[in-house]
């Protein structure tokens, strides 16, 4: 019975930096980072590997953000930067037991297993 924690967000004006931390149950698993804002999908933000080793981003990061792992595998972190009012959402942390990215499954949401609670980040003009 795995369990995430995410925080790190907060409410900040456009152009801002934020970093979401997810700590993590254990190093053998993917971890993604999802958003999801009020009537939308939840979202596919970011995903990296057991190791740091293989990285992934949607498109509308824009290289923005930056996924990363702590040393010990078990914390990782979501470095933001220049955040648009457009990237208003609750920011949720997942993990999946496979020790790499595919591109059959790191995107969608109904593939993880387990969540943090999410984190709130609101960013106004």
């Known amino acids: 019975q795995g369990q995430l924690v995410d925080y790190g967000g907060g409410s900040v004006q456009a152009g801002a930096s934020l970093k979401l931390v997810c700590a993590s149950f254990?190093?053998?698993?993917?971890v993604g980072w999802f958003r999801q804002a009020p009537g939308k999908e939840r979202e596919f933000v970011a995903a990296?590997?057991?190791?740091?080793?293989?990285?992934a981003y949607a498109d509308f990061v824009e290289g923005r953000f930056t996924i990363s792992r702590d040393n010990d595998a078990i914390i990782v972190h979501l470095q933001m930067t220049g955040v648009k009012p457009e990237d208003t959402a609750l920011y949720l942390c997942?993990?999946?037991?496979?020790?790499?990215?595919?591109?059959?499954?790191?995107?969608?949401?109904?593939?993880?297993?387990?969540w943090g609670q999410g984190t709130q980040v609101i960013v106004s003009s």
């Open positions: 254990g190093r053998h698993h993917s």
């Open positions: 990296i590997n057991w190791n740091g080793e293989d990285i």
């Open positions: 997942a993990a999946r037991s496979r020790y790499n990215l595919d591109t059959d499954w790191y995107r969608s949401p109904y593939e993880y297993e387990v």
